[in-house]
């Protein structure tokens, strides 16, 4: 345990496996052993630090990233892929719990509009990758992408 007394995901994770495994839950117990793989591959890297919960959420983001991506193609396959959608629909919803949440589009277009006011930068196409860099740098709760959209709206990028 930490000084603060919080259970690391490395923790939850391994007592969510074993309780999975337990009741006979294949899915979720699948879906936790292939972050774990997932983990691993990434510490065995050369010059790995240390194995911390922001470790786990990098690569879990980047997990569901994957899988969100694979769903979408499974969907398009219509009724042929609507299995596999589904249980990828199971694990991005499963993981979510353990990557911080992003805001959603009116919070984000109120730090795009106070950053744009901050750099004085009103109506400058061409300040999009300030913008976008000044808030990314700051905030690890936004969507880049969204970030990008509504600095190109708001300064007429488009």
Do not use: C
């Not at 591959?41 to 010059?47: E, K, N």
């Not at 249980?87 to 109120?110: C, V």
């Not at 999009?128 to 690890?140: E, I, N, P, Q, S």
Request: net charge negative.
């Amino acid at each position: 345990m930490t000084t603060d007394e919080r259970v690391s995901i490395q923790e939850q994770l391994a007592a969510e496996l074993k309780d999975a495994m337990k009741k006979g839950d294949k899915a979720r117990r699948d879906v936790i052993r292939q972050v774990q793989t997932e983990v691993r591959t990434v510490t065995s890297q050369a010059g790995f630090g240390e194995l911390t919960d922001e470790v786990y959420q990098v690569v879990i983001a980047a997990y569901i990233k994957k899988m969100a991506k694979a769903r979408d193609e499974y969907r398009e396959l219509g009724e042929r892929g609507k299995e596999m959608a589904d249980k990828l629909d199971f694990e991005i919803e499963y993981l979510s719990r353990w990557i911080p949440s992003k805001l959603g589009e009116e919070e984000t277009l109120r730090l795009v509009r106070q950053t744009i006011e901050d750099l004085h930068v009103e109506g400058n196409p061409k300040a999009v990758g300030m913008v976008v860099g000044a808030l990314m740098k700051t905030r690890d709760d936004l969507d880049g992408a969204l970030v990008n959209r509504l600095t190109r709206q708001e300064l007429g990028a488009d």
